[in-house]
């Protein structure tokens, strides 16, 4: 029997040879790897013999004690999953490392990151929604927080997952090093429950004509938002411009003849929310 540092190098070679994101990786074949790696670590559903799309019937996890590095190795964001994190990145989402520690001399499978939001009291709805899509990564519920700023002090939400590998290399995708970017294949991995979630999160609606929307981007540059705007407009058939704002730049989105409210209503099932765009 192999010992265990030539069955880490197996699976790494095998991860690395397949695909980097672990898209396809064949989970049967890593459990054979270890002897005494328990199979029922999570429980199998004996019950439900229903057909179910993939990504849709994850397990709640909550005070479950942490998964074991091997079961880390094996979690992936599956589509639905990843439109709701795109859309939250792009906005209020953050990803951040568990360790600084010899990240330039170890592969992006070794380092583990987590997925946190923060939000105030006032979207304490919009929290615990996006905890129950979240749950299956996620081994404690979203916590209060104290944030002080400028002689103030504000009470916030703050919803953390867990650390794996799985959000490092979205972490690569959305980052450069700490600087929050616009990746380049974003037309591809942006939905229409994506933007519900960006509009969710900074979006306010216009109080001039009643009929518009603006996104409020301020972490990225002028470039990255003219690219937005641009995947919004061909990929969507939205009418989108630039609108300067005290000494920065949002994205106005104008809802005359749009159909922006109708392809993204199922997706904006907060009733705060509905409230706050007249829906």
Same mark, same amino acid.
């Given at each position: 029997m192999n010992s265990f540092s030539k069955n880490i190098k197996l699976i790494r070679n095998y991860i690395y040879n397949n695909t980097l994101y672990m898209n396809t990786l064949n989970n049967k074949n890593i459990l054979k790897l270890? &002897?005494?790696?328990? @199979?029922?670590?999570?429980? &199998?559903n004996n019950m439900t013999t229903d057909m179910v799309v993939y990504g849709t019937n994850l397990s709640y996890i909550n005070n479950l004690s942490n998964y074991s590095n091997n079961i880390k190795y094996m979690i992936n964001i599956p589509n639905n999953i990843m439109s709701i994190i795109v859309g939250i990145l792009l906005t209020n989402g953050h990803i951040e490392y568990k360790s600084k520690?010899?990240?330039?001399?170890?592969q992006d499978w070794e380092i583990y990151s987590r997925f946190k939001l923060k939000t105030s009291m006032d979207?304490?709805?919009?929290?615990?929604?996006?905890? @129950?899509?979240?749950s299956h990564y996620c081994v404690s519920m979203p916590k209060l927080k104290i944030n002080r700023m400028r002689g103030k002090t504000y009470k916030v939400l703050e919803l953390n997952t867990m650390a794996l590998p799985c959000f490092t290399m979205l972490r690569k995708h959305f980052y450069n090093k700490r600087i929050k970017i616009v990746p380049n294949d974003l037309y591809d991995l942006l939905t229409y429950e994506s933007l519900a979630h960006m509009i969710m999160n900074s979006g306010s609606y216009s109080n001039k004509n009643k009929r518009g929307i603006y996104l409020n981007l301020y972490s990225f540059t002028t470039k990255e938002l003219i690219t937005i705007m641009n995947i919004l407009n061909i990929k969507f058939n939205l009418d989108v411009t630039l609108h300067k704002s005290m000494n920065k730049y949002t994205i106005y989105i104008n809802l005359n003849k749009s159909k922006l409210y109708s392809n993204i209503n199922k997706y904006i099932i907060i009733n705060s929310m509905r409230n706050k765009f007249k829906m």
């Open positions: 270890y &002897s005494k790696f328990n @199979m029922n670590y999570i429980k &199998s520690k010899n990240l330039d001399i170890k979207n304490i709805e919009y929290m615990i929604y996006i905890y @129950m899509l979240l």
